[in-house]
């Protein structure tokens, strides 16, 4: 992933409204949600959402397709996995994570604390 897309992802995610649609999509998993659904889950108004979801897609975050007289938006897990994979590419200086940590965690080495 490239840093140019990672910072337009995070930016997307750095609004209240937006990390919890994002949140709300991921839960609901491949078949997506449709526009008035999130609304109505989030208590946002459909002016602001349509604002949030345009921002998300942008950021390549979710995708909406037409379903008869519905927009559905669906996250971008692929996405959304390369943005973890590139936060976490440097984690525990080139060691697999979990190997030594307690519970499985990444833990920097004690001199990187």
Do not use: W
Not at 38 to 60: D, M, N, R, T, V
Not at 91 to 101: L, N, S, T, Y
């Amino acid at each position: 992933m490239e840093t140019k897309q990672v910072l337009a992802a995070l930016a997307a995610l750095a609004q209240e409204s937006r990390l919890a649609i994002f949140r709300l999509l991921i839960q609901a998993g491949p078949s997506g949600l449709p526009a008035g659904k999130i609304g109505e889950e989030l208590g946002i108004a459909s002016s602001a959402l349509s604002f949030h979801l345009k921002e998300l897609s942008h950021a390549g975050l979710v995708t909406a397709r037409q379903e008869g007289r519905f927009v559905i938006y669906t996250a971008q897990f692929d996405t959304m996995s390369e943005l973890v994979g590139f936060l976490t590419e440097n984690c525990c200086a080139g060691v697999p994570c979990g190997i030594d940590a307690p519970g499985g965690a990444c833990l920097p080495a004690a001199g990187n604390r």
